[in-house]
């Protein structure tokens, strides 16, 4: 079965400590991988995505197939990364599926 | 805004009534989805269109729910009888074209089935 695991509901850090927010999936294929995120107030919007292998806002995120794996990792967090991160998977040619979700607060 | 929209962005209704939402994609998108979360969980699909065509319905989706989008333009999702387990947020997003293209979400519809 298609899934998406994310492990950790919330994670605390504090500003300038690195993060790293797990996602770990399932599917017999060759996975596409994206991390959206939500800040408050805001809808929810791609961050990135692995084929593009790009750093956005400091983020990235490595497709590891053996251990079936795309944690999204910065190095230095800021106060403005507090948000709800979510690991999707895009499940044939158009169905995405959804992790149920880390919150992310970064402490002052 | 030339985002994703999504009409009414909160609704409470009373049990066994039915209730419609709307959405409108962005104009140049030909796919469409319809997505519902409830707290502590991510976005569940309920839902796909190309064009006007509904290519896959979740099983999620009872018979209560029904879903349209004429002329592949706006979309609705009506919910028939609801029920308070049908109160979460309904999210649509849109697209274009090929596979694996950024989906691009509304601000969701909330609904409260008292």
């Known amino acids: 079965a298609q899934r998406v695991t994310q492990p950790e509901k919330l994670l605390s850090v504090f500003k300038g400590a690195p993060v790293e927010l797990k996602c770990n999936y399932s599917?017999?294929?060759?996975?596409?991988l994206f991390w959206y995120v939500q800040y408050s107030r805001q809808r929810l919007q791609l961050l990135l995505r692995?084929?593009s292998r790009e750093s956005i806002k400091g983020f990235t995120a490595d497709l590891n197939k053996g251990e079936t794996s795309f944690h999204l990792k910065k190095p230095f967090a800021q106060e403005e990364d507090s948000a709800m991160y979510y690991c999707a998977l895009l499940s044939g040619t158009y169905k995405y599926i959804f992790g149920t979700g880390t919150r992310l607060k970064v402490l002052a | 805004d030339t985002g994703v929209s999504q009409n009414p962005r909160h609704k409470i209704t009373k049990r066994g009534q039915n209730v419609t939402f709307r959405c409108d994609p962005i104009s140049e998108h030909n796919r469409l989805y319809w997505y519902r979360q409830t707290l502590g969980q991510g976005p569940e699909f309920l839902t796909y269109f190309q064009n006007e065509a509904q290519l896959e319905k979740s099983r999620l989706l009872s018979d209560r729910f029904s879903a349209e989008r004429p002329k592949g333009s706006f979309s609705t999702l009506e919910i028939q009888r609801t029920e308070q387990g049908d109160s979460a947020m309904y999210l649509c997003?849109?697209?274009?074209?090929?596979?694996?293209?950024?989906?691009?979400f509304g601000e969701g519809s909330w609904l409260t089935v008292v």
């Open positions: 692995h084929i």
């Open positions: 599917y017999s294929g060759s996975p596409e």
């Open positions: 997003a849109s697209t274009q074209g090929g596979s694996g293209n950024t989906i691009y």
